[in-house]
């Protein structure tokens, strides 16, 4: 059973930084898109980054562009999400979420790509 589990929320002052995990598990028939998204109280949920694990290929939200760092640990099956320069308007609940090889608009972090989610870890950034 394909299962994936976030961790490594806290709270952190603004221009901190900080690191989220996702460990994937039971995917035998092969892990393609996985990405992470985000959700803040009262607003929709929105990505954040994507990868693409067979081509690497990676797409960021421009609103995270040069501040987080997606990358993914193939001999641990663990997705991470490096986070800098943490502004206030980071503050979320951040899911892991995969999507099947040819779901359309995953790349591009279309939400309703994604049908694998985790339950989510809190970051909170403020002074």
């Known amino acids: 059973q394909e299962q994936l589990v976030e961790s490594g929320g806290e709270a952190v002052q603004p221009g901190g930084s900080l690191e989220l995990s996702c460990e994937a598990s039971g995917y035998s028939g092969g892990l393609y898109y996985i990405a992470w998204f985000r959700q803040a109280p009262g607003k929709e949920r929105e990505g954040v980054a994507t990868m693409y694990i067979a081509g690497e290929s990676i797409y960021y939200h421009d609103s995270v562009k040069g501040r987080f760092t997606i990358s993914y640990d193939n001999a641990k099956n663990i997705l991470h999400l490096f986070m800098s320069n943490l502004k206030p308007e980071d503050t979320a609940t951040y899911y892991c979420?995969?999507?099947?090889?040819?779901?359309?608009?995953?790349?591009?972090?279309?939400?309703?790509?994604?049908?694998?989610w985790g339950r989510g870890t809190r970051v909170t950034v403020s002074s």
């Open positions: 979420a995969s999507a099947p090889l040819h779901a359309s608009g995953a790349r591009w972090l279309a939400t309703s790509a994604y049908n694998k």
